[in-house]
């Protein structure tokens, strides 16, 4: 006779209790770099939309930039690092694969043996972390989840490719979730996720160099045609309708993919007055940081505000994408 | 299937849409990249708009050999 296993009671589901970010001080611009490489500010502009970007010190580690952000989302939630049980680092661009980032960045939060990992699904990480967590909570296997997006990707860039040093850029972003109390008060939707390996060789560190590279264009058409799909059907398995999203925050990979994705979204109905984050402008492409660092700096300017529908859409290398439906606290 | 005038046409309407030139500015003879100043990602998104269209395929490596507008007329009408 087999044992009889005993699961914890669920609960309705998870709602964002909190966000924070984090960047560098040292803002690099198109200038900077066109001292460097063969590329102009128009240039860049026009292509990626990027008009400055933040790049970490040497010194300053990928953990400490996610500890940062971990820390104000904490604060912003009005909770201590004591309540937090679970920590989830998305990140790609860790030096070395041990130690993970997760139980580095918790101890320097303070957080005290939480459950912790890492999770690499490249610029779509928020997003699978997002689900991940919320389902975690959901399953009453944790109470109070630390999401953390954290990227130091100028370790892994060749400054002399102009086709992707003008693009990355460092930062960390967090969310922390908590369990809702009904289901009218539930705030992070079902995920819509899914992954295309053969089209990996799309974005990938290459052995000669340990650099990243990327054949942009067909990026750009994948990212352009495939994408917007994936967003809609967050927004159905959320029981909504695009006309409900009022904010949409796609990863900040390439500001012509984001209005691309709103474009195809609008022609499915959003709405015209949909906010569209376009925080690569000031922040450059900073892969699992970039949905959270946009949310903050969009609650932090006021273009988010408490009780926005936000669609969130992450999608990258791997070739890997998710997105959900979140109710911004 | 659509023939040359009508798919110079209807390509006219895609480059219009996508990079903001009057479709009675483009022509078969016009370059995309040094007459109508289009660059790769532009290119893309026609060639994206063009597939659905024309019910063609045109990979990125094509994408690099249509100099002209009427080098895709041409690419679209034999493979449509």
């Not at chain 1, 008009?51 to 500890?67: F, G, I, K, N, S």
């Not at chain 1, 370790?155 to 109390?181: E, K, M, Q």
């Not at chain 2, 063009?50 to 050999?65: R, W």
Request: negative net charge.
């Amino acid at each position: 006779m087999s044992a009889r296993l005993t699961l914890p009671a669920a609960v309705p589901g998870a709602r964002i209790l909190g966000v924070g970010s984090y960047q560098p001080e040292k803002i690099l611009t198109n200038d900077d770099l066109a001292k460097r490489v063969d590329t102009n500010d128009q240039w860049i502009r026009e292509r990626v939309g990027i008009v400055e970007r933040r790049v970490a010190a040497e010194d300053e580690l990928l953990v400490d930039m996610a500890a940062e952000a971990g820390r104000s989302a904490v604060k912003d939630a009005g909770l201590t690092p004591a309540d937090v049980d679970t920590v989830i680092v998305a990140t790609c661009t860790m030096r070395y694969p041990i130690p993970n980032a997760a139980a580095q960045t918790a101890e320097k939060i303070g957080v005290s043996a939480p459950g912790a990992f890492d999770l690499n699904a490249a610029c779509a990480g928020f997003s699978y972390g997002m689900g991940a967590g919320a389902d975690l909570i959901r399953a009453g296997s944790a109470r109070t989840v630390l999401v953390i997006g954290a990227e130091k990707l100028t370790d892994w860039l060749d400054w002399d490719d102009r086709s992707t040093c003008i693009i990355f850029a460092d930062g960390a972003g967090a969310a922390v979730l908590g369990p809702a109390p009904d289901a009218e008060s539930v705030g992070v939707g079902p995920v819509a996720w899914g992954s295309a390996g053969d089209l990996s060789s799309m974005i990938e560190i290459r052995e000669h160099n340990q650099a990243l590279a990327q054949e942009g264009q067909s990026v750009f058409r994948w990212a352009t045609t495939k994408i917007a799909p994936v967003a809609l059907r967050a927004v159905e398995l959320a029981g909504l309708t695009p006309a409900d999203i009022d904010v949409l925050i796609p990863h900040q990979a390439n500001l012509r993919i984001v209005e691309s994705v709103a474009k195809r979204l609008r022609a499915k109905g959003a709405r015209e007055d949909m906010v569209v984050a376009d925080d690569i402008i000031h922040s450059g492409n900073t892969s699992s940081a970039s949905i959270p660092l946009a949310l903050d700096h969009m609650r932090a300017d006021g273009r988010v505000r408490s009780g926005d529908v936000a669609l969130l859409v992450g999608f990258g290398a791997g070739l890997s994408y998710a997105a959900q439906v979140v109710v911004c606290p | 299937m659509a023939d040359n005038a009508e798919i110079l046409s209807g390509l006219s309407e895609i480059v219009e849409e996508v990079a903001g030139i009057d479709a009675g500015d483009v022509s078969a003879e016009k370059s995309f990249v040094d007459d109508l100043d289009i660059d790769s990602l532009s290119m893309v998104e026609i060639a994206v708009q063009a597939e659905d269209k024309f019910g063609v395929k045109i990979p990125d490596e094509q994408l690099a050999e249509l100099k002209t507008v009427g080098d895709a007329v041409d690419y679209i009408a034999k493979n449509q």
